[in-house]
C-alpha cells in the first residue's frame, strides 16, 4: 500500500469516527450544508459502473432509493457498509427501493470494488465532489459516509449523518418501513 493510499484510508478512519462521535445539527453537519428534508431532493446524473452509462436520481421515480456516500471504495468501513447492503440487497428489492453508493473514486475503481465484493447495486463516480458537495457531504477531497433516503415522488425523507457501517443497513430498512407506513397513513387520510 502506497503511503498517499495509507493516509487518505487513515483519514477516511478519522473522518468517519469524528463525525459518528459528535452530535451533528441537521442543517449543517461535517461537510456543509445538508439539503432540506420533506423537500425535492437535489438531482443529479453521474457516471456509473453498472454498465448503463450514466445514471440520474430521476431514472427511479416510483422507487424509493437510498443514495449512501462514503469515502473510498477497498476501504475497510467502506467495504463493510457495501456488503451488509448488498447482503439486505433482496430486502431492499422487496421494499421497491434502490441503493445508490456514491464516493469520488472513479468508475474503474468502482467496477473493481463491485467485483472484489460482490455488489449488485451502482456505485456513481462524483470524481469533481460536486454532487457530494451538493447534498452537504464533502470534506478534503473525499465523500463523508451520509445516507440519505428519497421516497418515490424524489421527495427527501430522511438522512443520516453518523453512520456505524457494521448497523447501517438495518437502519436504513427500519427508517425505510418507518416513512413508508407513516405516507401510507397520510394518503388514507387525504383519501
Same mark, same amino acid.
Given at each position: /500500500?502506497?503511503?498517499?493510499?495509507?493516509?487518505?484510508?487513515?483519514?477516511? &478512519?478519522?473522518?468517519?469516527?469524528?463525525?459518528?462521535?459528535?452530535?451533528?445539527?441537521?442543517?449543517?453537519? &461535517?461537510?456543509?450544508?445538508?439539503?432540506?428534508?420533506? #423537500?425535492?431532493?437535489? #438531482?443529479?446524473?453521474?457516471?456509473?459502473?453498472?454498465?448503463?452509462?450514466?445514471?440520474?436520481?430521476?431514472?427511479?421515480? *416510483?422507487?424509493?432509493?437510498?443514495?449512501?456516500?462514503?469515502?473510498?471504495? +477497498?476501504?475497510?468501513?467502506?467495504?463493510?457498509?457495501?456488503?451488509? +447492503?448488498?447482503? $439486505?440487497?433482496?430486502?431492499?428489492?422487496?421494499?421497491?427501493?434502490?441503493?445508490? *453508493?456514491?464516493?469520488?473514486?472513479?468508475?474503474?475503481?468502482?467496477?473493481?470494488?463491485?467485483?472484489?465484493? *460482490? &455488489?449488485?447495486?451502482?456505485?456513481?463516480? $462524483?470524481?469533481?465532489?460536486?454532487?457530494?458537495?451538493?447534498? *452537504?457531504?464533502?470534506?478534503?477531497? /473525499?465523500? &463523508?459516509?451520509?445516507?440519505?433516503?428519497?421516497?418515490?415522488?424524489?421527495?427527501?425523507?430522511?438522512?443520516?449523518?453518523?453512520?456505524?457501517?457494521?448497523?447501517?443497513?438495518?437502519?436504513?430498512?427500519?427508517?425505510?418501513?418507518?416513512?413508508?407506513?407513516?405516507?401510507?397513513?397520510?394518503?388514507?387520510?387525504?383519501?
Amino acid at each position: /500500500m502506497s503511503r498517499r493510499s495509507l493516509f487518505k484510508w487513515l483519514l477516511a &478512519l478519522c473522518l468517519t469516527l469524528f463525525s459518528s462521535s459528535f452530535l451533528i445539527t441537521p442543517a449543517l453537519a &461535517l461537510g456543509g450544508t445538508q439539503p432540506p428534508l420533506n #423537500e425535492p431532493a437535489p #438531482e443529479f446524473t453521474l457516471p456509473t459502473n453498472s454498465g448503463e452509462g450514466e445514471i440520474s436520481l430521476s431514472d427511479y421515480r *416510483g422507487q424509493w432509493v437510498v443514495l449512501y456516500f462514503y469515502p473510498k471504495d +477497498f476501504t475497510p468501513g467502506c467495504t463493510l457498509e457495501a456488503k451488509r +447492503f448488498q447482503q $439486505d440487497l433482496p430486502k431492499y428489492q422487496e421494499r421497491n427501493a434502490q441503493i445508490l *453508493g456514491v464516493s469520488v473514486d472513479d468508475v474503474d475503481s468502482h467496477a473493481e470494488f463491485c467485483d472484489s465484493e *460482490g &455488489l449488485k447495486f451502482p456505485l456513481l463516480a $462524483d470524481t469533481t465532489g460536486k454532487v457530494s458537495k451538493t447534498y *452537504g457531504s464533502f470534506l478534503t477531497g /473525499m465523500s &463523508l459516509r451520509h445516507t440519505y433516503l428519497i421516497d418515490p415522488n424524489g421527495i427527501l425523507r430522511e438522512r443520516f449523518l453518523g453512520v456505524i457501517p457494521a448497523i447501517h443497513s438495518a437502519e436504513v430498512l427500519e427508517k425505510l418501513d418507518e416513512l413508508t407506513i407513516s405516507l401510507l397513513e397520510v394518503r388514507r387520510f387525504i383519501t
